[in-house]
């Protein structure tokens, strides 16, 4: 088993903490790109892995929250979240955190996607911002303050 970790960077203007919307009723779906340890070949298709499906691994007692069979090689893979998501802070702001440990066999978690909604919180009144998409940067004004919140400089990183 092989441990990764999607670290995040960004500049936080005015916000005072950002995650993923991940809730057991409403689980957050990481996509990722991976590629097959046996083949190295790159999978064509982006996947998704949430804390809320789990699939029992063929001739073991354990479970995961994604099994892949590599169409190349036939190599069995699979992967699993081990922590809940940490948030990513003001104080943070710049530096690469880690937000997100995952757990697999077979296959290496090449690149992460970020596809869905974030939330984020803005620093002075506490305002809530639902539906933050940070495939780009992201800005809008904190009603209550009427000032401007932002996150721009968004870096993904996944490492071992």
């Known amino acids: 088993m092989v441990k990764f970790v999607v670290k995040l960077s960004a500049r936080l203007e005015n916000i005072a903490s950002l995650q993923p919307v991940d809730t057991a009723q409403d689980p957050f779906d990481y996509v990722f790109k991976i590629s097959c340890v046996r083949c190295h070949e790159m999978h064509s298709k982006d996947i998704s ?27 069995d893979s699979h992967a699993s979240i081990l922590t ?20 697999a066999r077979g296959l290496v978690i090449e690149e992460f996607v ?27 004004v904190d009603e209550n303050t009427l000032n401007e919140v932002s996150i721009t400089d968004i870096k993904w990183e996944v490492t071992r």
């Open 84 to 103: 809940n998501v940490v948030p990513y802070t003001l104080e943070d702001s710049t530096r690469p955190k880690p937000i997100l440990e995952l757990e």
């Open 114 to 140: 970020p596809n869905g909604y974030f939330q984020a919180k803005s620093a002075e009144s506490q305002q809530v911002f639902e539906e933050v998409e940070l495939d780009d940067e992201w800005y809008d």
């Open 49 to 75: 892995i949430n804390r809320g499906e789990t699939m029992d691994l063929l001739d073991s007692r354990g479970v995961a929250n994604f099994i892949f069979k590599c169409k190349f090689c036939g190599n």
